[in-house]
């Protein structure tokens, strides 16, 4: 369904992904699986982790969570 300004209309919007920081490997996967790229990785020391870049563009798939080998995000 579409709504205003050509934005889709999703059960569960407001539902966003957050990153549990300990236990994300880097891996990468919830990046590709964003259909808008909203997760960037970044470096801390000599670790990476995902971070939610642009939680105000995320429509609330959470195809992320299923792309997740680890299980390091979960939706509030």
Known sequence: MRGRKGTMSIPGKGRLPQV????C???GRCVAACPFRLFTLE???YRK???LKAPEACIGCLLCLEA???KA???D
């Open 43 to 45: 470096a801390c020391g």
């Open 25 to 27: 490997s880097g891996c």
């Open 20 to 23: 549990d920081t300990g236990r």
């Open 49 to 51: 982790y995902a971070v």
């Open 68 to 70: 997740c080998p680890v």
């Open 73 to 75: 995000l979960k939706a």
